[in-house]
């Protein structure tokens, strides 16, 4: 398509071209260069053209990396400064609660947990639930659960998970999401030691779940959590369960060469198992 649009000199639909090869890039981890795609191919066009909503968008998309590269504060400062106002001036209500999520996730990853709370609760679900969008109610949701688990609110967390997140991705058949919600339940169940709940859920929904997606390293990682469960509820028969989960953990996470390697050997040294013993 883009030799296309070359030849045309169609220069939007080039930029617009350029935007899903760079968003594919950027699924498949190719930072570096999905981010120059978008600050030297895509800007540029929409900035010439004056279409100040498309350069919203794409700005975000380049914030989107800079957070995952841990430059929060030069993050924070596109989304307040330079697309934020755009979609205020444009009544863009969606995308406007959307870029505010975004900004509360920095404030989250940067500790400041009470302003991203009050903007997930106050600013952005309002606008999804008068909207309808199910979805992105259930995810903002997910998101407020976190800090009230990050602040020990650990019955307030549960409740929105069972109640308000996992049932919606369970009517919307997001095998994924449901999948990531369950963890969240299971981990909290674990870390209040109703593990007798929460090891079912890792073995019995989880794992299945994971291996459905052929997802690796989250099945690996599953599996070095369930280990740790049954560690923490000792019988025999749990340590041997432990020890072969860790041992297969350790071999899919060593054969793609992650560093949760490093973690499932300290715990397995730590918990005295021979790593490959019967």
């Avoid at 106002?85 to 999520?101: H, I, K, N, Q």
């Avoid at 919600?181 to 989880?206: F, M, S």
């Avoid at 280990?227 to 923490?232: F, Q, T, V």
Wanted: aromatic letters at 4%.
């Amino acid at each position: 398509m883009l030799p296309v649009f070359e030849r045309l000199g169609d220069v939007r639909e080039r930029a617009s071209t350029l935007i899903k090869v760079a968003d594919i890039l950027r699924a498949r981890g190719q930072l570096d260069e999905a981010l120059r795609i978008y600050r030297e191919e895509v800007l540029p066009v929409f900035e010439r053209l004056g279409d100040v909503r498309e350069r919203a968008l794409a700005l975000g998309r380049v914030a989107h990396i800079l957070h995952a590269r841990g430059h929060l504060d030069e993050a924070h400062r596109i989304y307040r400064e330079e697309v934020l106002p755009v979609f205020e001036r444009l009544g863009d209500v969606r995308e406007r609660a959307s870029t505010l999520g975004k900004v509360a996730d920095i404030l989250h990853a940067q500790g400041q947990l009470d302003e991203a709370l009050r903007i997930y609760r106050e600013e952005e679900l309002p606008v999804y639930e008068r909207l309808g969008d199910v979805r992105a109610r259930a995810l903002t949701l997910g998101r407020v659960a976190d800090i009230l688990h990050a602040q020990g609110q650990l019955d307030e967390a549960l409740r929105i998970r069972r109640e308000e997140e996992l049932p919606v991705y369970k009517r919307l058949g997001d095998v994924r999401e449901c999948a990531v919600a369950l963890v969240k339940i299971a981990d909290i169940l674990r870390e209040r030691g109703q593990l007798d709940e929460a090891l079912p859920i890792y073995r019995e929904e989880v794992l299945p779940l994971f291996e459905r997606l052929g997802d690796s390293h989250a099945v690996l990682v599953t599996q070095a959590n369930l280990a740790l469960g049954l560690l923490s509820r000792g019988t025999p028969s749990d340590r041997e369960e432990a020890a072969r989960l860790l041992d297969q953990a350790w071999a899919a996470a060593d054969r793609m060469r992650l560093p949760e390697a490093w973690w499932i050997r300290a715990i397995q040294l730590a918990e005295g198992l021979t790593p490959g013993a019967p």
